[in-house]
């Protein structure tokens, strides 16, 4: 999990904004140990440490390792931790794949799209998820973001401020389930047994406490969900079935002002 102050918009504002809207290549060293570092370096650097081992192992000092510099030198870069979470967020996004719709293309097609763009993000970069972002950092790649996702609510009856709001529950629901799915991985990875496994082995203790009689409910619907994911909880089906229900909650609120009957995938 993130430390209190590992969240975007947690750096020096100005410094961030500065150094998120900087010319390519600003920050370049011209002499030195390290003559090619720069700051488009240190971000790369940090994002491939923090892919490898998670956010709790990215520090000024194991990046400064990988890049063969002394940790001070990094200082001359990024001012510190915070400020670089930002440009190293903002470089995500930058980077994300944008799927472009012809004309007419169908509403839920095109959300659909958004929502599995920022899934992908998530399952590339799982920090991400984590990583809060109730003070996004205001860069370029967040921008062109932000510019391309509002474009998919066209023809919805929407005000601006309802689409922000759309907008950001469609990304809330799936961020929630990127997490939920790399907690699932997690969990796997330090059990080391699937599922099916760990629900094998305490199938009699749970047949023993858990009392038809005193929880119907619960154990009729329990018994059919794991039965059917073969495990509690099947981030897949999470993200489908809660996807469709998003869309659907949208279409009962903001009625296309064109008809639109297309569904996103089972």
Request: proline residues 8%.
């Amino acid at each position: 999990m993130p430390k209190a102050k590992d969240r975007s918009g947690a750096g020096d504002p100005g410094r961030t904004l500065e150094l998120l809207w900087r010319e390519p290549g600003h920050g370049r060293a011209g002499r030195g140990p390290k003559p090619g570092l720069s700051v488009d370096r240190v971000v790369e650097a940090a994002i491939e440490l923090a892919d490898e081992d998670g956010l709790d192992a990215l520090t000024m000092r194991r990046l400064a390792d990988r890049l063969g510099v002394n940790p001070m030198t990094l200082y001359t870069y990024v001012p510190g931790k915070a400020e670089l979470l930002d440009l190293m967020l903002d470089e995500l996004y930058r980077r994300m794949d944008r799927t472009e719709h012809p004309a007419g293309t169908p509403w839920r097609t095109r959300l659909t799209a958004v929502a599995e763009e920022n899934r992908s993000l998530f399952r590339r970069h799982p920090w991400a998820a984590a990583l809060p972002t109730t003070r996004p950092p205001l860069g370029p790649g967040l921008m062109a973001k932000y510019e391309h996702e509002l474009r998919a609510f066209e023809g919805l009856a929407l005000d601006d401020v309802e689409r922000d709001a759309a907008l950001t529950h469609l990304l809330s629901f799936v961020r929630a389930t990127a997490r939920g799915a790399e907690e699932t991985r997690t969990a796997r990875g330090d059990s080391g047994v699937s599922d099916e496994e760990w629900w094998a082995a305490n199938a009699p203790l749970l047949q023993r406490v858990l009392d038809p009689a005193r929880y119907p409910l619960a154990t009729r619907v329990g018994t059919a969900a794991g039965s059917a994911h073969g495990a509690a909880y099947d981030p897949d089906h999470a993200y489908r079935f809660g996807l469709r229900l998003v869309l659907d909650g949208l279409a009962a609120r903001a009625e296309p002002l064109a008809p639109d009957t297309a569904t996103p995938p089972a």
